[in-house]
């Protein structure tokens, strides 16, 4: 896919998000859709990953029927460039997988020697199926790998993390020519800080802290300056794990630590949606639809919420005589 | 094509001269009322002995009342912040209805009917707040009075058909409290709720069906047909969700019936049947979405 047709596919995922927002009417968005053609197959993120686990599936079959990672990697990756080239699967999911998949089927065949250079092979597989079908995540594996590979070899693993966000956020601070860059970066600058967070040494907590905290100022200041939704997220997943890691050096009890954070989070809101409030340029509250999920997502979310918050409530309870099943219900108590 | 209006506010929008926080509120105002609950949680748990129980259920229920009352009095001038606060208030209350039936037993050897109460009373918070939230708290309050919902999913493998059967009968509930919202609440916002709920109830009971020796068949034959009938309605009311996660349950139902058919002890054909079922699986979904995108264009 060319750089230009890229942006067009994206404006086709806009003018969707801007057809669900209101903004523009479903013929307005079939309009767009029917002159900005670029002859790829591609789907929505959802749809990519019911592809992507299917294929994935299917892979992992074949893999145990032939018991040749040879012949499934190389079966794979025949497949996949065929799909590409022949029948122009751009971002289907199934195209992601193949490539992926046989890539790591292949690595399969390697001698093991429990070196951990063997992650380096890993992120090689990654960051190759991340370059030829542009896939952000994949990247972002591939970087996840190398991070494991410095933390086995010189336990400076956290250390990689937070740098490559921080670059990560510098490099958003410009426009990429190819969304699927522009994306790595985004994924890169949240995903790598949260990564960092399993190979953190419970000894280097004041550092981590100390680092989660700077990552999390440059972020905020780069969000500000440079208006990103990416950065922001940066700066929300730093300070939690910052705030995570200071009410763990101060032994603050985690009824207290939840309590404190979620007051703090809550007026937050309260205050930024006061000052928003009425605005019509900068910074605005308008309605926006960062995916079609979003409510799922929310009420998912609540509804998990309110199952372990009264579980934990009512934990004093008595094993019940039916005793054949657990707290839950919209957050509600008993055994089945 | 735009227009000029459109057309500014888009450019406005990419070039960042107008940039959204909504959803960075939101997501800061939904993990604050869920750590605030998480918290009171905890208080609850912890501070038993050291507070007492009564004293805890009524300050834990002075705060629910109090987030419901805050949001009441806002209701003509709302921020996006309010939902979330009327979330903490849902949180707490059933926190806080968890808690008192634990320790006081108010409804003695009937203790589930604390699930009736639950629903019943996040039912009547989301009508009068118009809260689609508020609505599944109270669909899976009732889910869970009905014995399906469970805290460790392995539970519904232990009794698996009373689950299945139960589950479907839930769904079949949600499907009418749908017709008669339909009814009764005119501009309703709540369809798409209730039929997702509905959907996968149904479909989860024919899944605890397949997970039985003796009704695997049926149940495996009652998914699929279920699955159709969801993906047929994904088409109807045009929503891709229900054309996709009725799919993957047609796919597993359909491998699981193909296994206990013929491969179930010979591991090659096994692989086999997987092998040629992702493939015809991917064929066919690509001919759907291809349909679903045609038909909603």
Known sequence: MTPAEERIALLHERAERWRREGLISGEVRAALRSQLVTGWRSNGFIVQSVFFVLTMVGIAAFYALSRSGLVTGMASLALGEYLIRERRYGRTGVEAAL?????????????????????????????????????????????????????????????????????????????????????????????????????????????????????????????????????????????????????????????????????????????????????????????????????????????????????????????????DGGFGGAGATGEF | MLGDRTADVLIARERREVFSLQPEVRIAAWAGAVLLATAAGMVLKNNLDRIGPLTLAIAMGVIAAACYAWVWARRDRASVVDDYVLLLGALLFSADVAFIEAQFRLFGEGWHRHFILLAFVHAVGAYRYGSRTLLSLSVVALAAWMGIEQRTPSAIWIEPVEHGLRALACAGIVLVWRLIDQRVHRGTTFTTVFEHFAANFALAGGVALMSDDAARVAGCLLTITIAVAVIRWGFHVRREAFVLYGFVYAVIAIDVLLLHLIGGRNETISFLIIVASMAVSIAALIAIHGRFRESAA
Request: with cysteine; glycine share 10%.
């Open chain 1, 99 to 323: 490539w992926l998949g046989g890539l790591l089927a292949l690595v399969t065949e390697l001698p093991r020697t429990g070196s951990p250079e063997a992650l380096l092979v890993l992120a090689a597989a990654s960051g190759i199926a991340a370059f030829r079908v542009r896939n952000p995540l994949f990247g972002v594996l591939a970087a996840v790998f190398v991070m494991i590979w410095f933390e086995n070899r010189f336990d400076l693993g956290f250390l990689i993390a937070i740098v490559f966000s921080a670059i990560s956020m510098i490099a958003l601070a410009r426009r990429w020519e190819r969304p699927s860059t522009e994306w790595f970066w985004c994924v890169a600058a949240v995903g790598m800080p949260l990564a960092g967070w399993f190979v953190a040494g419970r000894e280097w907590r004041t550092v981590s802290l100390v680092l989660y905290a700077g990552l999390g100022m440059l972020a905020l200041t780069l969000a500000i300056i440079r208006r990103h939704h990416a950065m922001f997220a940066v700066a929300g997943v730093a300070a939690g794990s910052a705030g995570i890691l200071a009410a763990q050096l101060a032994g603050t009890p985690p009824e207290l630590a939840f309590g404190l954070g979620g007051g703090v989070l809550l007026l937050l809101a309260w205050v930024v949606s006061r000052v928003l409030r009425d605005r019509k340029e900068g910074f605005v509250l308008t309605p926006v639809n960062v995916t079609a999920m979003d409510e799922v997502f929310e009420i998912g979310g609540s509804v998990v919420a309110a199952t372990h918050t009264s579980g934990a409530a009512a934990s004093h309870a008595e094993t019940r005589p039916q005793g």
